[in-house]
């Protein structure tokens, strides 16, 4: 029943206080721990899991970057494995490879050993292929918390893949138990009392500290052992009993002050869509046409841009649980970051010989479009281009390379200014009319691109259709037609299945904070009242765009048990579009949010019954077990009520129903008559934290005003909706959904370019395709989402191809590209060598 404490601090890079603040304080804790390490006060001390702790403080402290090498080489000081301590749920597998790939890198520059522990103890939950990803680097033990099942100490975690670690459940947050050295002797018993009712034997682990704490030296006379993370797992390694293993994701019902805070999956959502979005353009665009132009001096640019998007991975930052000042930041950073993702796509394709730089005269009689393919299979789908054109002159057609008319609609016509500028173009800004133009593009070439061109006249532009009042669409096989509440029913004549309610928004009041979703006791629900509906018929789509108004009480009452009296409007613009040639329903919606504390979700119903629903999460997909909207609440202090929801990265599935909807991750699959996937897309509270809430009986943090948090914004969703849900299917059209084609003008006088292919892969998704860490060409990671086996067959790769980990160290031989097994949800990673 020995106690093994571990010295450490948890620091929240920001949170109740902006970076800077909090950095400020890190110097001086950096300064204070050296201090008490050549001292001997401390024997050793853990600087939280990341490696930037150490790069904040020494950037500047540079003065004390000797002190803090000699201990960490003297074993003194530990950092990482993880640059930042992400939200394991809310970023993507990939982001969570680079956070460790940024960790070693980092790590050797500072000239500091890394801890070879997988420490992600505060992470709100946990997701299921986290064994995966730290095998992948060598790492085979895991110290959780909040989510992990409370009846073990200690468990064998595995992966949907069979991927395993040793994991241990520690009550993380123990700064008081050694805090006064006079009441520690007494402090410790209960802590070894506590640990006791769930393990019998021993031995403990105390992380002896807490957020922002700087160290106090263990007391002298202690029962106890000053030890390193790295030591207790040594200890305990044979410990774990045969029974004790846990399968997937760690969302459980927690202890005592155990949250897993699932409300944080829809706090302040434009973060989330912001970092889909960027973390799309980095793995989907930048990285691989990176790869394909060879820009080996584009490396640093791509470094900069992912630690871009890794500082706002922290769960106080991508969870929207800090102060407004924080959150400013982050939406600062991901600008940054795609300001930087799209240079590089830009002058990647510049090397492939195309140049979208829209220098020179506008066009008067023709343009080159360039339709680009990021996925590793042909692709059809709708894209959007911009053609400017010479004011008094129109578009008036679009052929393919093989002189084909190509079926578009006209959205937008606008005279605009169009400026450029580069190391190699003179500034000039040339006025130009500016045609946006909309159609399906067909059999896209995998990793590759198509080209069309747009002809052009002497002549006023035709206006974009104003569309015509109805409320009823049909194409192909569907029929679409609004009903009063602005949701809508797809009849699909080849099944004879009918769906109503899809799309139906739900308002309902919270009464909650940043951390938990709370509906105050009297809540009223509403939902939209359809104002006018219009129909655009063409040969690229057939859409519905509907405007209905959503009367919503403008806050909550006085006392917060019930919403306020006083009412607001939101007007709603909902477009429900069926895309020629593909079997899916793209639903929108856009509003301007004025309303506070309240929160809305879309709801898709299926005509199924069903007991369960599956989602995607970073490279496997999970089935569920379908809930209450709210479990029970707490009846006691310190516990919170099963919200209901789960991460999603971009896909749900109900028999017979398919959601699509990247950057919108909280999703639910409700019970009932008729099961249904409600997908939040708004929520709005003015507090970080507060401790009278109903389904979370005590606070979560400081009790600080949040107003942005209320998203007083543009608030806009995009969903797809599918009837197949065959596995390989969906995650294609997952992917797709992410990822969507995209269209450029080329400079005027370029010619058309012809159809090209690049990277093709079948039987698998391409995860990563990004040059190599240590420059030596190219890595590919290949993922099978799904529970069947498949072989993979690769085209488009020259050079060897040689099987490598998650950390790109290899493991194997040379592989024949056209026949690759890949077990269910299984990931293979590859080194190809120019």
């Known amino acids: 029943m020995t106690v093994h404490v571990v010295n450490h601090t948890h620091w929240d890079r920001e949170w109740y206080r902006p970076m800077e603040s909090f950095r400020a304080r890190l110097a001086e804790l950096v300064e204070r721990i050296c201090d008490q390490l050549d001292a001997g006060e401390l024997g ?6 990341q490696t930037i702790t150490a790069l904040d403080a020494l950037a500047v402290r540079p003065d004390l970057a000797d002190r803090v090498r000699a201990h960490g080489a003297a074993g003194r000081l530990q950092v990482g494995p993880w640059h930042v301590l992400a939200d394991n749920q809310l970023v993507s597998g990939e982001n969570l490879i680079r956070n460790l790939l940024t960790a070693r890198r980092i790590a050797a520059e500072l000239g500091l050993p890394l801890a070879t522990i997988g420490y992600c103890p505060d992470a709100f939950g946990h997701p299921a292929d986290l064994p995966r990803v730290l ?62 009712a769930r393990d019998a034997d021993g031995p ?110 922290p769960h106080d930052s991508i969870c929207g649980c800090s102060v407004d000042e924080v959150h400013r930041e982050n939406e600062v950073r991901f600008a940054k970051a795609t300001q930087v993702g799209e240079h590089l796509v830009e002058r990647a394709l510049l090397d ?39 004011p008094g002159h129109t578009v008036t057609g679009l052929r393919d390379a093989s002189g084909a008319g190509v079926p578009y609609e006209v959205r937008e016509v606008e005279p605009t200014p169009l400026f450029c500028a580069d190391l190699d173009i003179l500034p000039d800004t040339k006025e130009t009319l500016r045609h946006r133009l909309a159609a399906v593009a067909t059999d896209v070439p995998a990793g590759g691109w198509t080209g069309w061109t747009a002809t052009v006249a002497p002549g006023e532009p035709a206006a974009p259709s104003g569309g015509a009042p109805g409320r ?23 099944s004879g299945r009918t769906l109503t309610g899809l799309g139906r928004l739900v308002d309902g009041g919270d009464a909650g904070d940043t951390y938990t979703y709370d509906p105050p006791i009297s809540d009223e629900i509403v939902v939209p009242v359809l104002r006018d509906a219009l129909v655009y018929d063409s040969d690229v789509a057939s859409r519905l765009v509907v405007r209905a108004d959503l009367d919503v009480p403008a806050g909550l009452a006085a006392d917060r048990t019930a919403r306020s009296t006083e009412r607001v409007v939101l007007p709603l613009t909902v477009t429900a579009t069926l895309w020629a040639g593909v079997p899916e329903l793209d639903w929108q919606v856009e509003f301007d949010n004025a309303a506070d504390d309240h929160r809305i979700q879309a709801h898709f119903p299926t005509d199924v019954p069903a007991r369960t629903w599956r989602a995607d999460t970073h490279f496997s997909t999970l089935e569920r077990p379908l809930k209450d909207p709210l479990g029970p609440l707490p009846t006691e202090r310190g516990y919170e009520a099963d919200a209901g929801v789960a991460p999603v990265r971009s896909m ?45 009986t005590a606070g979560a943090g400081p009790q600080l005003r949040t107003p942005e948090a209320q998203c007083r914004r543009t608030v806009s969703a995009s969903v797809g909706v599918r009837l197949d849900t065959d596995e390989a299917a969906l ?104």
């Open 44 to 49: 050793r001390f853990h600087l939280d899991g």
């Open 135 to 196: 095998r992948g680097f060598g790492l085979d033990t895991a110290l959780v918390w909040r989510g992990a099942p409370p009846k073990h100490a200690r468990f064998t975690w595995r992966s949907p893949d069979g991927s395993t670690v040793t994991a241990v459940n520690q009550g993380y947050y123990e700064p008081e138990v050694l805090w006064e050295a006079a009441g520690a002797p007494e402090k410790l018993d209960a802590f070894r009392a506590r640990q006791a």
């Open 204 to 313: 403990y682990l105390l992380l002896n500290g807490g957020d922002h704490l700087a160290p106090r030296p263990l007391p002298a006379g202690l029962a106890a052992i000053e030890d390193t993370l790295a030591g207790y797992f040594d200890r305990i390694r044979d410990r774990v009993a045969d029974e004790a293993v846990v399968t997937g994701e760690l969302r459980y019902p927690g202890d005592w002050l155990t949250f897993v805070l699932a409300g944080t999956l829809s706090t302040r959502l434009y973060l989330k869509q912001a970092n889909a979005a960027a973390e799309t353009l980095l793995e989907a665009w930048a990285e691989p046409l990176t790869v394909r132009a060879g820009r080996a001096t584009s490396a640093g640019l791509l470094r900069h841009a992912w630690n871009l998007v890794l500082e706002n991975a």
């Open 352 to 390: 492939l010989g195309l140049d979208t730089r829209l220098a020179g005269d506008p066009a008067t009689d023709a343009a080159a479009v360039v339709v680009l393919n990021p996925h590793a299979a042909p692709t059809t789908g709708p894209v959007t281009v911009d053609v400017y054109t010479a």
């Open 472 to 494: 009823s669409v049909t194409r192909g096989d569907w029929t679409l037609t609004v009903a009063d509440d602005a949701s809508f029913t797809l009849v699909d004549a080849a």
């Open 652 to 696: 749900s599935v109900l028999p017979g129903l398919a959601v699509l909807a990247p950057g919108l991750p909280e999703v639910q699959g409700i019970r009932g008559e008729r099961p249904s996937l409600a997908v939040t897309i708004l929520r709005a509270v003015g507090w970080l934290s507060r401790p009278d809430l109903r389904t979370r």
């Open 731 to 834: 995650a294609g059209a997952a992917a797709r959904r992410r990822a969507p084609l995209r269209g450029y003008q080329l400079r005027p006088g370029q010619p058309t370019p012809a159809p090209v292919t690049g990277l093709r892969v079948d039987g698998a998704l391409v995860s990563a395709y990004k040059p190599a860490e240590d420059g030596d060409g190219a890595v590919l990671r290949l993922v099978n989402p799904t529970s069947t086996e498949t072989v993979v067959r690769l085209g488009g790769v020259q050079g060897p191809l040689r099987e490598c980990t998650l950390s790109e160290d290899p493991t194997g031989d040379t592989l024949d590209p056209t026949s690759i097994p890949l077990p269910p949800y299984a990931t293979r990673t590859f080194r190809l060598t120019p």
